[in-house]
């Protein structure tokens, strides 16, 4: 372990204690949400770093399979806690922001920022294909639930067992793909970059892991009873929170991780790192999430969301992939793709 | 004619016979409907093989006009009985059953059986490109007249002239792609598998396909009258009978001719056997029977479709044209292209 | 100057005078609609013919700041007159038609065109892409504020709003793109037609632009007071009226031009003068007249349009994408185009 894994421990511990020491003293509702935002970010960077260390003793394979389980534990604990609370639209507008966030403000900033400095850059089109793909597919998954419902239309009424169906679906796809992640299909890298990794042990890996795992499903607990009252001190609409703030707190490390291999033209690993959490909680975590509200009590999650949602989602969907489809990517596509993210979180301003 | 030639004749003849019993001693309308759909099957598979050896005789142009022509002879009858039946609903989710099929399950079970067995399988991408967009232009014929009528706008009432206009299109679009296909654009096909045909005579050929015509249009009016009993019989709610089960049956011969020139590694003939029959149905079956409806008495179709199915073909028309757009196919592609189907015909089960 | 100019030059002249007797004489109206209709068409391309002229003066890069400010300059004042008259369905309709009737139909005629005398025509891919991309910006920049007022969703009733956001966001992206144009990106050609062009002073296109932009002033002030009473007299519908015939008047030179670029098999000019024309109205003159509207007084331009309009512009940009995508055309992908534009067109025919 070297020192930089030292500090990300020490900090993630340290502000992990800080927001409940704030939640047990009924600090200020913002300030808990801030810091145990903030919490979330560094206990999701450290899932990252204990996945990465453990598979690199099992082996290259066990870590895509563990990446894509834990992946996005942090976020599956804000939203089982979500879920108990009965913040079905946070939940839902949180799935939507992190898939938007990634594909479009992320992606964009990516291109923008590796654009500026690297002109048009290239990379290996078959992973951001792949993801189209199956993106296009998650985005069915709750289009015709939701207009199933919103259309009147006679299976309306089922929207719980078309939604089941349709995670079952979205999962069998997901665990499918793994193994094309594992022999380097769609996430396959011409030329990894070689960082010299001080060996965790299997022990260490695992403690470390459990232990973010368990504090990630406290601070879970904290973030969301201090959101509703946060939401109505600040004023913001339920459905930007959970669109925007909750989305970008959740994928904070990856962004940063995935902008930086823009800024160094390694657009090969950006577009992988970005788009392959965007899909994880697409394929992933949201039928995960379905099936899991069906026994933890609070409220059922469906794949029945709002209408303007799944546009958004469509509509993300399509640009970003014309804009991958190609192999090139310059400033101005980046640009279009945060315009795009403008565009759409401008429409959830308005509570 | 050769020996298997000879069996799918005596076969169709003895189902459609035996279909023809059934339904003069009025027997189970359950049982009906089974064997009248495969004698269905049968009888277009005969055509199939008659238009095809009597076009050998004519010359490869006439081939493909014959084909363009007849290849949906069968389903253009059940089409017209249904009409005059007024299962109007029917018959648009047959239609669109059909396009759905084949487009997406059929293709995606080419792409998957062909994908595990081969790996990645490449084929000349200028076909489906070609097909996207006459997909695309039929989706369009099928979305305006049914965002008209449900959107209120003010050619709402005129629906009728509307879905005559744009018939009138897509078929003069239709007529127009026939030379390019005869020409051997989108259907241009580098190996021709060599098959040692035994040339049938003129009149054989000529014998065969009025004889088959007849027989599909009798076993038509047989099968439209046992449908509504049988689905009543069962619980199955009209637009999945339609969807899925009258859309799979119309198509079967030319799934399993699609989906074994997968296994076998031909990908171009796959692609061009399962999406050139997706698009007859749209681009030439549909049209024809807006127009021919107006005349044979029974309901009037229009291209005002339940919003779902409209919304259904979009999907999978962008998701096909994603897939198909770069020459190549995977079987977690064709995996992919089932789950939408599965999404899609889940959402019509609940009646 | 030629010969050539001269004859635009006074035939501009000639007909704008003419406009504006029949105006003051309080003509039919139908004829002043007419003739102050072709009267904006000569002062269009003269208001080009000068901008080209004054650029050629000043470099190329001015040459692109100068069209991309002032190439809608008669489009923009009919728009202007059209708010101030409260006209604001007329302008939506024009805006909308001036798009979908430069991306289906012009560029349907030269691929048709083209194709017909050429065969498949070949182009680089890269304009189109970056335009595609460009425009589904646009088509979502309308999308969103239309489907938050139908769908009631909680920021309607901040369409004014929502719409002003959008339009900042598109007028960005738009600036941001111009420096992309003038690099060559997006509209680098490969073989410039070498043109012998007789220079004219600074003085004398300034002196050209200004009488040009003078002039259209006028006539659009006469054009907008005859649209209504034109249209009563005629028995079309508003929507159609400015989605088809303000919308071609307004684009018939730019039309022509790249029409006979695709005859003479010069696809990379056509493609770029048809879509780049798209593209200036989609993200340029569209959100100008938004923010204009706020100051001009009279009906206040929003992006919430008819929903119907909106699908066919998503359409429009779905089906343009996938045709222009793989930098081939043919005579079919024409025809489909064109055949896209016949629905569109039709569905707006009733009143």
Chains 1, 2, 3 share one sequence.
């Not at 979330?40 to 894509?68: E, K, N, P, Y």
């Not at 990630?216 to 925007?244: E, K, Q, R």
Request: charged share 5%.
């Amino acid at each position: 372990m070297n020192r930089r894994e030292w500090i990300l421990i020490a900090g993630a511990f340290a502000i992990t204690v800080l927001a409940g020491i704030l939640t047990v003293f009924q600090a200020n509702a913002v300030l808990i949400f801030v810091i145990s935002g903030g919490a979330l970010a560094f206990l999701a960077a450290l899932v990252g770093l204990a996945t990465d260390r453990l598979g690199a003793q099992l082996g290259s394979g066990a870590t895509g399979v563990l990446q894509s389980a834990l992946g996005n534990l942090p976020e599956l604990f804000v939203g089982i806690f979500a879920l108990r609370a009965g913040l079905t639209n946070v939940v839902q507008a949180a799935l939507v922001g992190s898939i938007l966030g990634n594909s479009l403000f992320v992606l964009g900033l990516a291109f923008f920022v590796g654009g500026l400095r690297w002109g048009t850059q290239r990379f290996t089109s078959e992973t951001p294909r792949v993801i189209a793909t199956l993106t296009l597919l998650a985005v069915a998954a709750l289009a015709v639930p939701t207009l199933v419902h919103n259309l009147h239309t006679p299976a309306a009424g089922h929207e719980e067992g078309l939604s089941i169906a349709c995670a079952v679906i979205l999962l069998v796809v997901f665990v499918a793909s793994i193994p094309v992640s594992l022999r380097g299909g769609p996430t396959k890298l011409p030329k990894e970059p070689v960082v010299q990794v001080h060996a965790w042990s299997i022990r260490l890996a695992t403690v470390v892991l459990v232990g973010a795992g368990i504090g990630s499903a406290f601070v879970s607990d904290w973030f969301v009873a201090a959101l509703t009252p946060a939401i109505d001190f600040l004023h913001i609409s339920a459905a930007f929170t959970g669109l925007v703030i909750v989305a970008l707190a959740g994928n904070a490390v990856e962004n940063v991780v995935g902008i930086q291999f823009a800024a160094r033209n390694q657009s090969d690993y950006a577009i992988s790192v970005i788009l392959n959490s965007s899909l994880q909680v697409a394929l992933g975590l949201t039928p995960v999430l379905v099936l899991l509200s069906l026994f933890i009590g609070g409220a059922h999650l469906t794949l029945v969301l709002a209408p303007l949602l799944v546009a958004a989602l469509g509509l993300a969907a399509i640009l970003s992939t014309v804009i991958t489809y190609d192999g090139e990517s310059t400033w101005l596509e980046g640009l279009t793709l945060i315009g795009l993210y403008g565009i759409i979180a401008v429409s959830f301003w308005w509570g």
